[in-house]
């Protein structure tokens, strides 16, 4: 599975929209994009994934460029309850269901 | 309303003891798993089941044995348990085997074995 490269962590005010990068340069054509959070003490969340057109759901949206290196994971409106860490995933549909969630983003939502 | 729920959420044993932790889900879902998350934030497909029917079965020592009485429980067991185990295991379910459902875990249990 490729590797991927995110910042360890963002700060983003409460109401407005938190814009999660990830770096996954190695991507090949055939790895999705997943992004998992995990609130302390929690299991992990499912939120989005998408190949390589832009995807949204109830949750959030997720950019990933023409390139496939890089994706971005947009809450439209961030809530207090967003704070968590946020994981980027980049891996193949098929095979082990491993899941390697590296260091993440933890991002804080302050009011 | 806990969509997927495992009990304990702590175990703390001691070496040699059976120990077992239960899973119910209550989405509908037809699939259902058991992951070990190490302290590298790996985790681990341990067991899948689909519809009670176990379809992964991943290198696990014969210690652990899975039970589905219906789609909607997955129980794991393990017998002797060693130190090793320590780790905190999340059960989780999904519409369908594979990763392109969208997975719904568990809250975790965390096994401490001493």
């Known amino acids: 599975d490729a590797k991927t490269t995110q910042p360890p962590s963002m700060d983003c005010a409460e109401g407005r929209a938190a814009n999660l990068p990830c770096n996954h340069s190695?991507?090949?054509?055939?790895?999705?994009v997943y992004w998992y959070r995990q609130i302390h003490s929690q299991g992990p969340q499912y939120i989005i994934h998408?190949?390589?057109n832009n995807e949204t759901n109830e949750m959030a949206s997720l950019i990933i460029t023409e390139d496939r290196k890089s994706s971005t994971l947009i809450l439209p409106h961030a809530t207090l309850r967003d704070t968590a860490v946020y994981y980027c995933i980049v891996r193949v549909l098929s095979g082990a269901n491993n899941l390697f969630f590296g260091t993440g983003t933890r991002l804080t939502v302050i009011p | 309303d806990t969509a997927v729920s495992q009990t304990p959420k702590y175990l703390v044993t001691q070496m040699g003891n059976d120990k077992s932790i239960k899973c119910e889900q209550n989405l509908g879902h037809d699939t259902m798993y058991w992951y070990k998350q190490d302290s590298k934030k790996f985790l681990k497909i341990m067991f899948s089941?689909?519809?009670?029917?176990?379809?992964i079965n991943e290198t696990v020592p014969n210690r652990f044995s899975p039970k589905s009485p219906d789609k909607a429980h997955l129980n794991l067991h393990i017998n002797s348990l060693e130190l090793g185990d320590s780790a905190v295991y999340f059960c989780?379910?999904?519409?369908?085997?594979?990763?392109?459902?969208?997975?719904?875990f568990g809250s975790g249990t965390r096994l401490t074995v001493v």
């Open positions: 089941y689909n519809n009670k029917e176990l379809i």
């Open positions: 190695t991507i090949s054509g055939n790895e999705y």
């Open positions: 989780a379910s999904s519409q369908a085997p594979g990763l392109n459902y969208g997975y719904t």
């Open positions: 998408g190949l390589k």
